[in-house]
């Protein structure tokens, strides 16, 4: 099978059976997806929405977030993965959007990555759940799940990914192909045990392909 074809099938799939994929945060407007996007970083949507609600009611803009103390922020983030990193990054990035750009975050991938804690992921995570661009942000699930299926084959970096996805991916489905992996990644396709007898595209995976082909293989004893 090739890769076109691969790629083809993937979107027919998904297009039907998710056709609304989302991200799983919990938000109203894009001071909260940020914030909770850097807090999502080696850590679990699940758990960040646990910390968000009481995080936004102390801190519902940037002003409040911007004026806090280390003590403050750390307190409601602690069960966060590396929360006293996060803590600075939180706190930098509103006094940014505060100074530097009149409290609104922006929706440009060089001006999103000035910030405190925004990488090139987060950014395009930023840019394609906020505002609609058509970007990929490239996770762990995204960078397995995509060389798994055997749409990256080559990729040896997330922005190899990032730009063969962007390159073969029809502009208008580029941001819910993100979610489509990143969910998929996460419920079937997992890094230790990867669900394929419950998996619906097993029939066009690379992975499941090469599975099968080995435990086929028959060994020949040596005597």
Request: aromatic share 10%; glycine share 2%.
């Amino acid at each position: 099978m090739t890769k076109k074809e691969r790629y083809k099938l993937f979107i027919d799939y998904f297009s039907v059976h998710q056709p609304d994929a989302e991200t799983e945060l919990v938000f109203t407007d894009p001071y909260e997806l940020l914030v909770a996007v850097i807090l999502s970083a080696q850590c679990t949507d699940k758990r960040v929405n646990i910390l968000t609600p009481p995080f936004f009611n102390k801190f519902p803009n940037f002003t409040t977030l911007a004026n806090a103390s280390e003590a403050e922020v750390f307190e409601l983030i602690k069960s966060c993965s590396y929360p006293n990193n996060k803590t600075k990054h939180l706190i930098g990035m509103a006094k940014m959007l505060r100074n530097d750009f009149n409290g609104i975050v922006p929706s440009d991938l060089e001006e999103l990555q000035k910030l405190p804690g925004v990488g090139r992921k987060t950014a395009n995570v930023v840019l394609s759940v906020m505002f609609l661009k058509p970007t990929m942000a490239v996770d762990t699930h995204v960078f397995r799940v995509s060389k798994r299926i055997g749409l990256t084959t080559d990729s040896k970096t997330p922005y190899d990914t990032e730009k063969e996805l962007v390159r073969q991916i029809p502009q208008k489905y580029i941001s819910r192909a993100h979610h489509w992996l990143i969910l998929h990644g996460r419920y079937i396709c997992q890094a230790r045990k990867p669900k394929c007898p419950e998996c619906q595209i097993s029939h066009f995976c690379r992975y499941f392909e090469e599975k099968n082909r080995k435990e086929k293989t028959p060994i020949h004893n040596i005597s």
